[in-house]
């Protein structure tokens, strides 16, 4: 039977007691989740497949550097994998206790669902590193902000076809030069947008700008 939560303060109050019999039970609620459940091993809750709180009084920042060596075996075994990034916070002066771990992965071939392909690579890999907190994302069919934040910023973890690699970064280089303009612009638009339908009260047109609503 589901453990009933009433509040946020029961969930951490659950979390800090770490009851045994909450391993793989799920909570429910009045917030109306349908799918809560509490993980004793790595203290978090989740709620469908998606994190809500880190729940550990001290959480500590994470560390897979030694596994680094199974998860380049790991791709270098899977042979739909033919490049892997590590990016984002981790191992940054940006990383906290709260963060978690972000890869990408370029796929060797075209996929129905890139989406199902990076969910396999992620359940394989959270149980290599032992850590639920690791995110996988589909180079292919990722926004070109992302893809470009990636190769810029991000380690290469894995290689095993440099040429589809090069021409990949290629293509996202190509794009995001053409399309940055236009987006940095957007981004503007947007932000005076939100500024004056929200701050000043201002909403419809405004000095020539289209505003939101």
Known sequence: MPVRINNLAEILRVGQGKPAGLDSRPLTGPWGYVN?????????????????VRLAQKPMSIDIQPCLGALVAY??????????YLYGSYQT???????????????????KS?????????ADVTAICDCDDINILALNDAPVVMQFKVISTGRLLYVRDSTALS????????????????????????????????????QGKAEGKNLLY
């Open 36 to 52: 809560l459940h509490y993980n004793r091993r790595s203290n978090i809750l989740w709620e469908g497949g998606r994190l809500l």
């Open 114 to 122: 890139y989406f199902e392909g990076a969910m396999r690579l992620e």
């Open 167 to 202: 021409d990949f970064q290629e293509l996202v280089c190509k794009f995001y030069a053409d399309f940055m303009s236009d987006y940095l612009q957007f981004c503007r638009d947007y932000d005076y947008s939100v500024r004056e339908a929200y701050i000043h009260g201002r």
């Open 75 to 84: 791709f270098s075994a899977n042979k739909d994998v033919a490049a892997a």
């Open 93 to 111: 002066e940006m990383q906290t206790p709260l963060s978690d771990v972000d890869m990408a992965v370029l796929f060797s071939s075209k996929k």
